[in-house]
């Protein structure tokens, strides 16, 4: 069964404007990891976040862990027509990367 | 950052036919690979890890006669989807270890395998 559930299941934004994707989770987890896919093409990692850490930046990604709710959230601030993509939520239960289960995904869609 | 390939990146065969899928990384050794599946619009679903020189480990639900792995050296995988049936299309893409790089997975581009 999937691990992660992520909402809303699509997002339309104006560029400029943040967006925010959510994520939960059912188990407890090593860490949780926030990729990126585009349109019939493979993932690209973005940002990982570890059970003991409450949040991470890296860029215009900013993201929270809250293992007592087991949710977590991506935001990208100042959203790019560029940015239009599927992000997918995965966790690590054993952080050994052995295993990862994916959520469902959200499909951003960034207007210009 | 690790590269990996996948080859083919689209492949359309009849009903009945094999098909073989190769992951490579090209910049780094993988003992461990992974094949995933994704439907159209859907997350993807974790179908086998592939051990270098072992047998491969599939998860429940997953015919290992059907998806046939074999990860003969430290930077290739195959997938061979055996008598492959209209229900087998799909995404596949695969991923691979890289323990120089704190063990993150890294994906290939996909492939996007039609049955006729």
């Known amino acids: 069964s999937q691990q992660g559930e992520e909402d809303p299941q699509a997002l339309s934004i104006q560029e400029g404007e943040n967006a925010t994707m959510n994520c939960s989770y059912k188990?407890?987890?090593?860490?949780l990891q926030w990729y990126r896919q585009n349109s019939g093409r493979g993932l690209v990692h973005l940002i990982l976040?570890?059970?003991?850490?409450r949040e991470k930046h890296s860029g215009r990604l900013r993201v929270t862990l809250d293992t007592s709710k087991k949710s977590s959230s991506l935001l990208i601030t100042a959203s790019r027509a560029a940015d239009t993509a599927s992000y997918f939520c995965?966790?690590?239960?054993?952080?050994?990367?052995?295993?990862?289960?994916f959520g469902k995904g959200i499909t951003l869609s960034v207007r210009p | 950052g690790a590269v990996v390939s996948q080859h083919p990146s689209w492949v359309i065969c009849k009903s009945g036919t094999s098909v073989k899928i190769e992951c490579r990384s090209l910049?780094?050794?993988?003992?461990?690979m992974f094949w995933y599946r994704q439907f159209p619009k859907q997350s993807l679903m974790l179908m086998a890890t592939?051990?270098?020189?072992?047998?491969?480990?599939?998860e429940q639900g997953v015919e290992k006669d059907k998806f046939l792995i074999n990860h003969a050296s430290l930077t290739l995988s195959t997938l061979t989807v055996t008598s492959a049936h209209p229900e087998d299309s799909s995404f596949y893409i695969c991923?691979?270890?890289?323990?120089?790089?704190?063990?993150?997975?890294?994906f290939g581009p996909g492939t996007r395998l039609t049955v006729l």
């Open positions: 910049d780094f050794q993988a003992t461990t």
């Open positions: 995965a966790t690590d239960v054993n952080g050994a990367n052995s295993k990862l289960t």
């Open positions: 991923s691979a270890l890289a323990v120089l790089f704190y063990n993150e997975q890294f």
């Open positions: 188990t407890s987890i090593n860490n």
């Open positions: 592939s051990n270098e020189g072992s047998k491969a480990t599939y």
């Open positions: 976040i570890r059970s003991n850490e």
